[in-house]
């Protein structure tokens, strides 16, 4: 038997259809549809919660790592530099931490990786 995580995207759909629309909301079906690997899906929720809260750092973070998913390096760095500067200004150290390392580790050229000796 194999056990899903997190929320069913379903459910939080028809909140959505209910009229119930936020950049909560819209962060919630974004994660749920990432996590089963549905990156269209997701794309679109994250980018209306972004729309709802253009200073929700979480929602860019996410929007990076799909972009990541999807091949779009140059898309997450983007995403990731956005959310970098939302963290920094409104005082989310550890999320801010964890985006510069993400931007350390694209910034790395793929034959230069650490530990590569040739």
Not at 101 to 110: A, C, D, G, I, N
Request: proline content about 3%.
């Amino acid at each position: 038997m194999t056990v899903e995580r997190g929320t069913d995207p379903a459910a939080l759909e028809r909140l959505l259809a209910a009229g119930r629309d936020s950049a909560l909301l819209r962060m919630g079906l974004a994660l749920a549809y990432h996590r089963r690997e549905d990156y269209d899906a997701a794309r679109l929720h994250v980018t209306q919660a972004l729309v709802f809260d253009p200073d929700f750092a979480a929602a860019g973070r996410l929007k990076g790592l799909i972009a990541l998913a999807c091949g779009d390096t140059v898309g997450a760095e983007t995403a990731f530099t956005d959310a970098l500067s939302v963290a920094q200004r409104r005082g989310d150290y550890q999320l801010a931490k964890e985006l510069a390392v993400r931007l350390r580790r694209l910034q790395v050229p793929q034959h230069e990786a650490p530990g590569d000796l040739s």
